[in-house]
T-cell receptor
Framework: DAGITQSPRHKVTETGTPVTLRCHQT?????MYWYRQDPGHGLRLIHY???????DKGEVSDGYSVSRSKTEDFLLTLESATSSQTSVYFC???????????FGPGTRLTVL | GQQVMQIPQYQHVQEGEDFTTYCNSS?????IQWYKQRPGGHPVFLIQ?????EVKKQKRLTFQFGEAKKNSSLHITATQTTDVGTYFC??????????FGKGTKLSVKP
């Protein structure tokens, strides 16, 4: 597997609290992505990055923000978590846009 | 937005039976990728198809890309319990991301 880690792997939090998920890669890949996976919806893109400090919104970006200050780290922040953000979050990396993507192990987030 | 449709959504087979999942798009695709996700796991890249009519094999798995590059299929011969999981077809979106179908969940009864 590609060198991608996600932290934390599991988190339970309460509605209204801020949450930050971290994705770390050791592959020096330019592109990094955050997806969420929910039953019946497959994987949906939240935000992505095409370089340090270069990010853009995906299909389901409302309620989420991201930052990428270093090539290896891509952070996903829920400013004020809601129950609808309960999901499994996957980070992915690729060398080029649209190219093969390598996924991290995922973070299971529960918002009570 | 543009999506690929995968059918069936679920498939239950007896071990040793064959399995096929289909991926259909309303528009021509430049390429298609297939991923497998084991229960509790993360998506793992299987293969990429680029050429019209392309057929690729990986042991018991056969992948096809349609002549019009609007559909694709994954066929597994003589399923095994290790084939259990969800199979996704994907294609490159305009943002450099991958757009995923909703997947076909395969269960195999020993």
């Amino acid at each position: 597997d590609a060198g991608i880690t996600q932290s934390p792997r599991h988190k339970v939090t309460e509605t209204g609290t801020p949450v930050t998920l971290r994705c770390h890669q050791t592959e020096n890949h330019r592109y990094m992505y955050w997806y969420r996976q929910d039953p019946g919806h497959g994987l949906r893109l939240i935000h992505y990055s095409y370089g340090v400090k270069d990010t853009d919104k995906g299909e389901v970006s409302d309620g989420y923000s991201v930052s990428r200050s270093k090539t290896e780290d891509f952070l996903l922040t829920l400013e004020s978590a809601t129950s609808s953000q309960t999901s499994v979050y996957f980070c992915a990396i690729s060398g080029r846009g649209g190219d093969t993507q390598y996924f991290g192990p995922g973070t299971r987030l529960t918002v009570l | 937005g543009q999506q690929v449709m995968q059918i069936p959504q679920y498939q239950h087979v007896q071990e040793g039976e064959d399995f096929t999942t289909y991926c259909n798009s309303s528009t021509t695709l430049s390429n298609i990728q297939w991923y497998k996700q084991r229960p509790g796991g993360h998506p793992v890249f299987l293969i990429q198809l680029v050429k019209s009519g392309e057929v690729k094999k990986q042991k018991r798995l056969t992948f096809q890309f349609g002549e019009a590059k609007k559909n694709s299929s994954l066929h597994i011969t003589a399923t095994q319990t290790t084939d259990v999981g969800t199979y996704f077809c994907t294609y490159g979106g305009s943002q450099g991301n991958l757009i995923f179908g909703k997947g076909t969940k395969l269960s195999v009864k020993p």
